[in-house]
Each structure stands twice: as structure tokens, then as C-alpha cells.
């Protein structure tokens, strides 16, 4: 037993460094790879990722993945072994089912289209783009096809995102705060003018701006000798093991919130990835559970932390300092507000906690309606622009602003973008739970002192890996399932509170 | 036989593709890193080193080439299938006997020492470095042993680098020229006093610096759609196809020639790169036959154009306008002169014409006797001080001017640094092949127009990749085989113009 797991880690070990390894191909696509080097990269990232599959669906694995779970009740459920048995058996049966041709060919098409995707982009050109999402999106078709039956198509490409999540219950979570959503931010803009923020546009120099996001950055904790911060189209975050996890940031010179708060955000993933405990190293367990568990990190970081009165309390009076010209005459609850106002706007990541929700809610309707062929790739610019009317109030001057905003589709990330409101739920269940187990929270916050709840959410959270499923993981919190009440409920009562509603 | 060659090609992309992958990761660790990611780094380099071997020196590969070679007097020599059968069956060959696992060590081993390294090398501990480089010493023995016979032990590490050369062909090469050279820098070392180049050294702004250098590398041709240059702690040029071809430069703020000639020589490097004809892309034959050949294209740019008169005729105006406090003063003789004065010097990638290969000497010597074991390597930078009090009449200070100045062996590159001499000889011989058919080149030159010698070492060199072998190229080329003699009578002439000997 002892020899077949160390084999078994031993073949995962390196299906997992050719996975990392095209992550550190794909960070520097996104960061510095000039043009010329896209048709080259396509194939090599199609020769990882093809090889990588292939040799994770061997039947060598498949045996001694049978063979081991003859005895794994000999090792306690919550043990590495164990975890990493059900892991990989799930993750196995999955794999073993797509071809390792359509997998290689995902990988060399969203490459290019990624390309593609930043030039369309920058020239607003959605037919630029479009045949090159119709590939993505008949790869991902097939992709799905091949895991059937489903219940609905947007289940197995879902389930990549966020194991065992189903289709059905994200319409259900959905339909649970849509129309309180949007009942809200009716409410809201009824109150407009009681929140400005003219004090957060004018001029923020980039650099000012970069070396005041990675003070927080690493108040909260983020290891830079273990990460790094550059600059991308798109922020995100990625890992090449839990010691090297880089986050990239978009500066606007304009506008100080969108990468102070797009870093504070990339920090919170970072954290996830870089407390995943060092024993997991090459499992393929050594990263975040799902998207979804991901993103409550992220947002609880971004938002329950960085937009919080606590917080400001004490990086306020350090902001005035950077910033005089523009945030000098202003006081910390006005700046508060102004951080936190909501309005109706069409770029989902610099949307604020309101309304955010409804921008996922579209992409989700719009990619159901994709793969079900209900809507044609031709008419997707117009159902965005038509739901951007009809659940915001609002429609994009352009497709720049509008349908091409997100890198994730150019990435075959088709059945993703729910994740993101499974995040901000999760985000409050999980703080609620952080704020009952840590009575100074906001004490420690105002004074600029983080460990505490950092380190609760390594021991709770991070440290875990991929060793339970997310909604085993959500349990062992908070002691039921994901839950959108206290989401609404943190909602409605900091947004009565600012917009005094 | 068609489809024989196809299924063989297909094969080798892979291989390429894990190969190229390889070097971004190696790139990425010389440049944005950060420290924590060097352990999970070496792992993924192992893993795709490891592989690239393993699926290279497969019995498939090995059958189609014996299969292939049958009708393989059909093609012309010259084709491109005919020599890709030469140049992958003399690899093909050679990989076979070496194990994977010792490929894999090397790759793991060397991505660490290489870390360990850039401290040491800040520090000036060669202790801290000493049993790093006995292991990776200890693995390129065992690498040489796997290919014996030979006849010396240097012979098929050189190979590696310089396919075909052997260790008595260098010692030749070295013998006819180290005596002339230790008595040329006598002689200039007694007209010290007529060259002087007090106005290089003072206060350069480095954003400055790295416009310039890359001003004149786009005028060489570098594309920088197709390239970029990066800083590292080493100047070198990588590429991961011809059409993505990376340089990089260390910058010195008080020192003008520093990142200049550097970013010549890398530039040089970068120009035969991106000069591969596309046809060879995937092939493995998509890349400069040898080091040698190599380094006589990045000696070309940066010595026989860049410290020429022709080239600063047209460059130093510009430059004095770059930086017009250290310059403004100076004409444009006592500027030539200044960048070719010649001393002996500490550090080789800063040393002059005259006393450089005398550096590339040390090292040669001194890798021989660690080879054979005359040498152990606790005796190791005692024998390199002393052998650069021996040629150069000088001792460095500390290790970090001395042992520890250069990446190579922490690279495993040892047996690579004869191939710099190699290439200084090859570049005078070639570039006086190019001058004899472009007979306005000077003219050219002096117009800042470099698109006819580009042109002319594109058709010549660039374009064939790994096509022919370094000897048959240089008989293309010049008619004959690699020769001192025309270095030499170039140095002389050079020198006794400047030193008026």
C-alpha cells in the first residue's frame, strides 16, 4: 500500500509540473510574451497540456488507483491519503473520458484566441473575435459531450470549475437574490446623490499606486519572496507551486480604485494558494478546492476587509499621504462611501457589491443560451447588450465595453463565470464564521494587524488544499451548506447604512 | 517515405516544444522569479528535461531513422529532410546513451545551483557555491563517461556545444594563438598611456542606456515584435522559436560599455534566431548549428560593427545627444579609441578584443584539470587567480571578481566556454567574406544601413538553423576551414592603429 501510494504520487508529481509548467507559459503570454511568439506557444501549450493528459488518464494510474482503494480505509478520511484518493479517483474518471486530441486542441485554439482576444478588444471588433469563439465554444460543446449524460450541458463544464456543483443550483441561488438584487439597486439609485465619488477619478500616478497596493498586499500577508506583481490585460492569479504564486494587476492612471482594489483582490487568491500546506506539494491537491472557494477569498479580502470601515480606519490616513492633491480634503467617511457607492455600470470587475451579481447572472443566462444553441454566436452581442438594458439600465457605447470585457471566454472558461457569485456568498458565510471565532476582528483590522484572521483562515481553509470538496470543505466551516441569506443580508445592511435606505 | 518523415517530425515537435517550454521556465527563473519559486522551478525543469529525453530517444524515433535512412539518397543533400536525418540521427545517437535520470539530476540539480549562485556570486562565497558545483561537476562526468571512448574527457562535453570539434583541435587553436596574444597586450600594455577612456566611466542614466541599445539593436534588425530584451544577472539570448527571440542585459549606471556592447552581443545572438527559415520551425534544426557559430554573430555585431569606426560615425552624434554632460566634449576618435582601449581586465564579458580570449583560455584550462582531476575543486580559485596573474598580470580581489563571475557552470555548461574563442576566430573569417561581396559595406555601415550585411548573413548562415554542421558551414562560407590567422591579422591591424604600435 505504502509502494503503490508513492508510485501514485510519484506519476501524479509529474502530470502536475507539466500542468505548473504551463502555467508559467501562460502567465508570460498574458505579461510579456511579445506577438510573434503566439503561433509557437499554441503548439507548446498544447504539447503540455496534451501530454499532461495523457499521461495522468494512463492505465497505469487507473490500476493503482483501483488497487489502493481496496485498503484506503485503513487510512482515516480526513488523512492526505485518503483525500487524495477520492480526489484524483474523481478528477480521473472525469479525464479518462475526454480525448487527449480535444484536450491538446483547447489548448493550442484559446491560446491564439487569447491573442486574438487582446487586439479585438482594443479595437472594440467583436467579428475580429467571433470565429475564434465559435471554435472555443464547439471545443467546450464537445468537451461536455463526452462527460454526458448530464442534466444540463453547463453541468460537466461547470463541474470543472466547481466540483460537484450543478446547474440546477445555480439557477436556484440565482433566482433566490435576482429579484432582491435588483429590487435593491432600484432602491438605491432611487438615493443616488447621497454617495459621490468624483474625489476617486482624476490623476493617480501608476507607481504611487503600485507600491501603496503591495504595502496592503503584504500587510494582509502576501509573501513576495514567494510571489510577484506585474502587469496584464486582465488581472488574475496564478501558481506555479504554493512558494511561487504571482498576481497580475491593469493600472488606470484615472481612476484609483480599479487596480487598488483588483489588487486586493489578487492578493486574496495569492493568500488561498500560498497557504496550501507544503505536504501537498505535486499532488495536484496543492492548489484551491474550486473557483468558487477561490473567489471567497478573494472577495472577503477585497471586499469584507478592503471595503470596510475598520480597514480605512487605519490605511486612510497612509492614502492622504500618498495621494494629497486629490484625497487630502477629503474625510475617511466620505472616502468610505465614495469606495463603496453603487450605481448600474458595464465593467463587471470594477463593479461595485450590488450590483455585481447581476453582470454574472447575465454571462450565465448568455453562455446556458450558447451551448444550448439557443442564441448564435452573431446574435451575442445583442442579447448582452439587451440583458445589460433590461437587469441594469445600461447599455456599452461598444463591444470593448460590452461583450468582449472578459478575457474568459478566449480561454475556453465557458462555464465559469458562476463561480464568481458562489464566491461572494461563500465569502460572508465564511467571514461570519471568521467574526464568531475571533471576537478583536475589527480591532485588530483598525490596527492594521491581519494575522488573526489570516491565520484562521489557513488553519480552516487554505491549509486544506484540495483535500475536501467544497461543499465538505463549506460543512467543516460553517456547519451547513452555501446559504445566500447572509450574503443579502450583509448587503442590505451595509447599503442601508451608506445610502441610509 | 513521405509518411515516414512526417510521423518523424511530428514526433521530434513535441520534443521541441518540451524543450523551448524548458527554456521559458529557465528565462522566466533568470528574470521575475521570485526566490521561494526556485525549488518547485527545478522540479518542473527536471520533469521536462527528463521527458524530452525520454521521448526523444525512443525506439520509434530510432526505427523510423534507420527506416528513413534507406531511401534517404533520394532527397539532395542540401534538402532539408536529408539533413534533418544527419543532424537527428548524430543526436539521436548520442542521447540514446545517456539515461534519462541523468538528464533529469542535471536539469534539477543546475536549476538550483544556478539560485544558489546568484547569492553566492552576491556575497562572494565561493564556499556557499562549492558543493553545488561539485555535484553538477560530478553529473557532467558521469555524462561524459556515458558517451565514452573518447579522447579526452572534454571531448564529448564539447560536442555538446560544438558538434564535431575536439579538445586537441582547441588546444591547437589556443597554442597558435596564446603566445602572440600575451605579447600583444605586453606591447599595448606599454603604450597604456595613449588610450584612455576616463569619459566612459561616470553618470549614465540606464533608462537611457536601454533606449539607446535597443535603438541601434532595431536598426541591426532586431524584430522586437518577434523578441524583447529583459534584465538579468547575466546577459544572455534565448529563444522559443524564431519568431520569439528574448535578450537580456545588465545595466551598469557608471559605466557606459557595460549594457551597450552587451546589448550588441546579445542582439547578434538574437539576429541569427530570427533568421531561421520557417520552413524549419518544430524541427529541432530551428535554432544556430553550434556556439561557435553562434558567437561569431554576436562578436560580429558587437566588435566588428560596434567598435568600429564606420558604425560610430553614424551612432556617436546620437549618443552625445543621449547623454551630452559625459560626451558632449569628446570627438569621435577619442571616443574609438575608448571603447577599444585594451588592458587587462577582471571580467570577462567586459574584456576587450586583445585580452579576451586569454580569459576563455583560464577557464579552459582550468575545466580540463577539474575533468581529469588534476584539479580538485577546493583548489579552485586559488588556480584561477593564479592563472590570471599568469596571463593578465592581475589577481581579483574577491571570488565574485573572480571563480564566481560567470553563470556557466552552475548552468552545467561546463566544456562551453572554448566555443567563445571558437567564435571570435569564425566572426573575423565570415565577416571577411562579407566584405569581399558587399564592397560598399563600410559605406553602409557608416549610413547606419546594416540591411546588406543582415541580408548577406541571413542568406549565408541564419537561414540554413542546424542544417549543416559548424565545418561544413564554414567550407560554404569561406571556402575552408576554421582559421586563426585572419583573427589575429585583424586584432594586429586593429590595435597597432589605435596604439600607433
Redesign the interface.
Known amino acids: 500500500m505504502e509502494k503503490g501510494i508513492q508510485k501514485l504520487k510519484g506519476l501524479l508529481?509529474?502530470v502536475v509540473?507539466?500542468q505548473?509548467?504551463?502555467a508559467?507559459?501562460a502567465w508570460?503570454q498574458q505579461t510579456?510574451?511579445?506577438?510573434?511568439?503566439a503561433?509557437?506557444?499554441a503548439?507548446?501549450l498544447?504539447?503540455?497540456g496534451g501530454?499532461a493528459h495523457r499521461m495522468f488518464v494512463t492505465d497505469e494510474i487507473g490500476g493503482l488507483l483501483a488497487e489502493l482503494e481496496q485498503s484506503a480505509g485503513d487510512w482515516g478520511y480526513d488523512s492526505d491519503e485518503a483525500c487524495l484518493l477520492r480526489f484524483i479517483k474523481r478528477r480521473y474518471e472525469r479525464e479518462r473520458r475526454i480525448p487527449t486530441d480535444l484536450v491538446a486542441e483547447l489548448a493550442r485554439t484559446t491560446a491564439i484566441a487569447q491573442e486574438v482576444w487582446v487586439q479585438a478588444r482594443k479595437a472594440a471588433d467583436y467579428p475580429m473575435f467571433k470565429p475564434y469563439l465559435r471554435d472555443v465554444l464547439s471545443l467546450r460543446r464537445q468537451q461536455a459531450e463526452c462527460l454526458a449524460p448530464y442534466d444540463h450541458i453547463y453541468d460537466p463544464l461547470l463541474d470543472e470549475y466547481e466540483p460537484e456543483m450543478k446547474t440546477a443550483e445555480v439557477r436556484a441561488m440565482f433566482a433566490s437574490i435576482k429579484d432582491d438584487l435588483v429590487e435593491l439597486v432600484g432602491t438605491i439609485s432611487e438615493r443616488a446623490d447621497a454617495v459621490r465619488d468624483e474625489a476617486l477619478h482624476g490623476d493617480f500616478d501608476i507607481e504611487r499606486q503600485r507600491v501603496f497596493g503591495l504595502e496592503v498586499a503584504q500587510k494582509f500577508g502576501y509573501?513576495?519572496?514567494?510571489?510577484?506583481q506585474?502587469e496584464a490585460p486582465h488581472p488574475f492569479c496564478t501558481h506555479?507551486?504554493s512558494?511561487?504564486v504571482r498576481i497580475t494587476t491593469r493600472f488606470d492612471p484615472t481612476f484609483l480604485p480599479s487596480a487598488l482594489f483588483g489588487t486586493l483582490h489578487e492578493t486574496g487568491h495569492a493568500l488561498y494558494e500560498q497557504g496550501v500546506d507544503p505536504r501537498l506539494?505535486?499532488s495536484g491537491m496543492d492548489t484551491g478546492i474550486s473557483l468558487g472557494v477561490h473567489e471567497s477569498q478573494s472577495r472577503l479580502w477585497e471586499n469584507l476587509i478592503g471595503r470596510s470601515r475598520p480597514f480605512w480606519r487605519y490605511f486612510f490616513p497612509q492614502l492622504q499621504a500618498v495621494f494629497p492633491d486629490a484625497l487630502a480634503n477629503l474625510d475617511l467617511e466620505s472616502f468610505y462611501r465614495a469606495i463603496n457607492r453603487s450605481a448600474p455600470s458595464l465593467i463587471r470587475v470594477e463593479a461595485d457589491e450590488v450590483t455585481y451579481n447581476l453582470h454574472v447572472i447575465i454571462r450565465f443566462e448568455l453562455e446556458l443560451d450558447l451551448l444550448t444553441g439557443m442564441l448564435d454566436i452573431d446574435e451575442l452581442p445583442g442579447a448582452w447588450n439587451e440583458k445589460y438594458q433590461r437587469y441594469l439600465g445600461i447599455s456599452p457605447e461598444n463591444d470593448a465595453e460590452g461583450v468582449l470585457q472578459d478575457i474568459h471566454w478566449s480561454m475556453g472558461a465557458i462555464g465559469y463565470f458562476a463561480t464568481y457569485s458562489i464566491g461572494n456568498l461563500l465569502s460572508v458565510q465564511l467571514f461570519n464564521c471568521a467574526r464568531e471565532a475571533l471576537p478583536n476582528l475589527d480591532a485588530d483590522i483598525a490596527a492594521g494587524d491581519f494575522d488573526s484572521l489570516l491565520g484562521w483562515l489557513r488553519d480552516n481553509i487554505h491549509h486544506h488544499g484540495s483535500k475536501f470538496t467544497p461543499r465538505e470543505l463549506v460543512q467543516r466551516v460553517t456547519g451547513g451548506d452555501m446559504d445566500a441569506r447572509p450574503y443579502m443580508a450583509y448587503l442590505r445592511e451595509k447599503y442601508s447604512d451608506i445610502y441610509d435606505l
Not at 32 to 37: D, T
Not at 223 to 228: A, F, N, T
Open positions: 508529481a509529474e509540473d507539466l505548473r509548467s504551463a508559467v507559459l508570460e510579456y510574451m511579445p506577438p510573434g511568439g503561433s509557437a506557444r503548439e507548446q498544447a504539447t503540455l501530454l509573501d513576495l519572496e514567494r510571489g510577484r506585474d506555479f507551486s512558494d511561487d506539494a505535486r
